[in-house]
Nanobody, 122 residues
Framework: QVQLVESGGGLVQPGGSLRLSCAAS????????MGWYRQAPGKQRELVAA???????NYADSVKGRFTISRDNAKNTVYLQMNSLKPEDTAVYYC????????????????WGQGTQVTVSS
């Protein structure tokens, strides 16, 4: 019943920008941390950025200074602003959220979005 839906991916030239969005919907009691992961062809999935419910953030070294994660708790939405994009940023980006559903208040589950493709190429 709880779902995460990503949007905003696409094709962009090196040096360009994209803004990813991920909205959680369903019978949600609370959301703790939210984050973005990515997986490039032939590579393992890696954490890109994460943000706690209180707004504390953490970034992979490769994106520090270029990417910014933020969230709108009223909308159950997390964003990833990606600037100065490089070809190495090309990957499928996945949204992740730690959510307590209303039906199971005391339990926290990891939910994943379906992924959105980001391609940085000239």
């Amino acid at each position: 019943q709880v779902q995460l839906v990503e949007s905003g991916g696409g094709l962009v030239q090196p040096g360009g920008s994209l803004r990813l969005s991920c909205a959680a919907s369903g019978s949600i009691f609370s959301i703790n941390a939210m984050g973005w992961y990515r997986q490039a062809p032939g590579k393992q999935r890696e954490l890109v950025a994460a943000i706690t419910s209180g707004g504390s953030t953490n970034y992979a070294d490769s994106v520090k200074g270029r990417f910014t994660i933020s969230r709108d708790n009223a909308k159950n939405t997390v964003y990833l602003q990606m600037n100065s994009l490089k070809p190495e940023d090309t990957a499928v980006y996945y949204c992740n959220a730690e959510i307590s559903p209303i039906t199971t208040l005391q339990y926290i589950y990891d939910y994943w979005g379906q992924g959105t493709q980001v391609t940085v190429s000239s």
